[in-house]
């Protein structure tokens, strides 16, 4: 089992930036390929970003490409996400998952474990 709490969420105007973390806890962090999923009101839930367990190897979603970055620090169990140049349609709440493949993996049902979320809203 790992348990994931994610935290930096918040209001931002169009533009601003915001960088998420979600920190890890229970079984070792680094056994763990990590990402970054978002769903705003009446859409499904789609990928943002993805890091492989090493950190050397990441992904995007295609909305995001140029102005989201993900990085992990295995020495303190937390992922994070660093989001520049924000739009309205950002606007959704973000999570943090953890799965067990050894790749940057971009499909949900590799992520065993997610966390609660957390709310970005960017006003125009």
């Known amino acids: 089992q790992v348990q994931l709490v994610e935290s930096g969420g918040g209001l931002v105007q169009a533009g601003g930036s915001l960088r998420l973390s979600c920190a890890a806890s229970?079984?070792?962090?680094?056994?763990?390929?990590m990402g970054w999923f978002r769903q705003a009101p009446g859409k499904e839930r789609e990928f943002v970003a993805t890091?492989?367990?090493?950190?050397?190897?990441?992904r995007y979603g295609d909305s995001v490409k140029g102005r989201f970055t993900i990085s992990r620090d295995n020495a303190v169990n937390t992922v994070y996400l660093q989001m520049n140049s924000l739009k309205p349609e950002d606007t959704a709440v973000y999570y943090c998952?953890?799965?067990?493949?050894?790749?940057?993996?971009?499909?949900?049902?590799?992520?065993?474990?997610w966390g609660q979320g957390t709310q970005v809203t960017v006003s125009s």
């Open positions: 998952a953890a799965g067990t493949t050894t790749w940057a993996t971009t499909t949900q049902t590799n992520f065993g474990f």
């Open positions: 890091i492989s367990r090493s950190g050397v190897s990441t």
């Open positions: 229970g079984r070792t962090f680094s056994g763990f390929a």
